[in-house]
């Protein structure tokens, strides 16, 4: 059991170090190429003159330089006719004019030029943040008070000080006299009265000093030493106050927080796994509690999206595959410490996807062959098996169902 445990943990393993590779050479290869790809451009002059539809021209720009265009327009169509007065163009006097002839807008995107209806959103400025002056502490301002108002005073000829003596006993006090028994906390006025006595003669005026302090301290109990505060106890009560993170099989980070009145409590969560996130909502019960041990049953829904960008020959289509993931399941929870909970359970996974493409419902089986198995190319996540799919390819949508699991940790937060 424990060899099937370590090769499944390597193999996980495996898979997420392959993506990671995966996803840091896309973004490597999508900060390197376009920067290349504008510094020649810059000095590429297109030999281009005449009536020419949009279409062509995007076509022979493509053949040329190796630039791709996506058209994201409802009002314009590829079979527009553009002028060309001059006799030839840089690539940037080319965009130009077509936008002074259309009225398109366009936006580079990667290695991709898009023209569209509407001009592309600027980007909000960053606002700076003014640093605040740090408030001037207690102690500061206390000693600051201190020297403004305390002034030494000139001492007169009238003052002196005068030495207080000091006598020496002929022995030392019984101090088991004074001090009471292990059972009691009162001092009584017969341990008073035979210590007082025990002191020596020459010690007269210090027992007439101290003589009415005690007076005033006599039967009265001493004051037991303060305790230190408790510590929280767990919120093992009604109340049911949890947060902490956890991860599945395709979603690897998610955070969450579980509130409510038991037996029922809310789920709130964000869920990711680095290409596409979502916020989770649902419910939870706890079934069985024990001191150390619990049982719950939860049911959630995580709302997810991805968008695509399809290569078809000069120009790329826009794919957006939206969907929600429904699962329920059932969860081990183990107290390790005070307030720490380890949890482990089984959920029951169903996902509903729909692709659309420029707003409208679209099957991917009409894309163009990007592989054998545009199931496999175009997704919305990616579990390591299916207990069934119903991917088609002249259909807009399709559901999925698998068993995966969950493992987390959460922190019960102490009541007040």
Known sequence: MNLF???????????AAIRIYVIGMAIFLCTT???AQTHTLSTVQLAIKGSLSLDSVTSLVHAKTGVRFSFNSVKISGSKIIFFPQASYSINHLLQHIHNTTGLYFFQYKQYYIFQDNPPKPRPAKIPVAVKAMPQTKTATRTALIKRTVQPQPATAKETVQPTPVVAREKPVDDTLVRP???SNTVTVQNLAVALASLPSTATGSVQTITPIMQDTVNTRIKAKPQPPA??????????????IFSTEVLYANAGIEVGIRPIHALFSFATNFDVS?????LGSVIIHKETTQWQVKASVCFLQKDYLVDSFSTAIPITIKGQLYNAGIEWCRKMKTHLVFKAGLLFNLLQSRYYSNGNQRAVGTLPPISQNHDKEIYLL??????????SGTTASN??????????????????
């Open 5 to 15: 445990r370590r090769a499944k943990q390597s193999i996980l393993l495996a898979k």
């Open 33 to 35: 190429r376009p920067q």
């Open 181 to 183: 028994n292990d059972n």
């Open 231 to 244: 510590a929280p106890e767990p919120n093992n009560g009604l109340f049911h106050f949890q947060t902490g």
């Open 278 to 282: 979502g916020p989770r909502l649902g």
């Open 382 to 391: 990616k579990p390591p098996y299916f207990i069934s799919n119903s991917y």
């Open 399 to 416: 559901i999925k169902t698998w068993v995966g699991v969950s493992v987390g940790f959460y922190y019960t937060l102490p009541r007040n």
